[in-house]
């Protein structure tokens, strides 16, 4: 299921409403508040790879920001949430290749926001603004930060516990089923497969990965079965 946002305001704050993009005739749904309720998602389909985009009240987090030049197709993706780049207080980037910290120098002159990546991978991004390190278990914005090394040494990914969503970078794809980090561009298949079987032990329901479309039905058993098959 691929969802929208659409905000509205209302006495000045932003609420949040939930429309399924299944039908063009699906009608408005009730307003869901936004505090317990995790982020909201939106995929930006930057055609071989996606960022993502955390919505929770008017506050977004971005994660990934796909090859050099997708500011204008990330900038879209905000509008289409109803927000725009000062809504964004948060950039993640899941690890340090060019199809996902590539747009980075694009989008820094629009967002004043606090920039993460996995600590081993710091040194591999060129930013202008000072990349904050972090680690397996850190928090950001609410969501857990799950240390997944193998695709890269400081591959993170990104985990909303209070929907289940998990914004696997490279350490998962769905380009032909589910499955690991490719290995041609797996710097350790070892540690990428022990990131597998350690996403596996979370309550994940749905997957946005980096390569593919994100898996929102099954994601548990897929992921489970996908662990097993690995070797230990
Ligand atoms: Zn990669």
Redesign the pocket.
């Known amino acids: 299921m691929r969802r929208r946002l659409l905000f509205s305001a209302s006495a000045g704050v932003l609420g949040v409403t939930v429309l399924s993009a299944c039908s063009a005739e699906t009608p408005e749904k009730p307003k869901t508040p936004a505090s317990s309720a995790g982020t909201e998602w939106q995929r930006v389909n930057l055609s071989f790879v996606s960022a993502y985009l955390l919505v929770r009240g008017s506050e977004v987090a971005i994660v990934d920001l796909g090859t050099p030049g997708s500011e204008s197709a990330i900038e879209q993706g905000l509008k289409a949430a109803g927000a725009g780049w000062d809504n964004v207080k948060h950039v993640i980037l899941t690890?340090k290749?060019d199809?996902?910290a590539g747009g980075l120098a694009g989008v820094q002159p629009h967002v004043s926001a606090t920039w993460y990546a996995g600590e081993a991978d710091v040194s591999g991004i060129r930013s202008e603004t000072a990349l904050t390190p972090v680690k397996d278990g850190d928090e950001v914005f609410g969501l857990r930060i799950i240390g997944t090394p193998g695709?890269?040494a400081g591959h993170v990914s990104v985990f909303d516990p209070a929907n289940g969503v998990l914004v696997a970078g490279?350490a998962l794809r769905t380009t032909d089923g589910l499955a690991g980090s490719d290995p041609q561009?797996t710097a350790d298949g070892k540690q990428a497969a022990a990131s597998i079987k350690k996403l596996a032990a979370l309550d994940i329901k749905q997957i946005l990965p980096?390569h593919g479309d994100p898996l929102t039905s099954g994601a548990v058993d897929a992921l489970k079965k996908l662990a097993a098959s690995l070797p230990s």
């Open positions: 690890h290749h199809d996902h695709h890269t490279d561009y980096g």
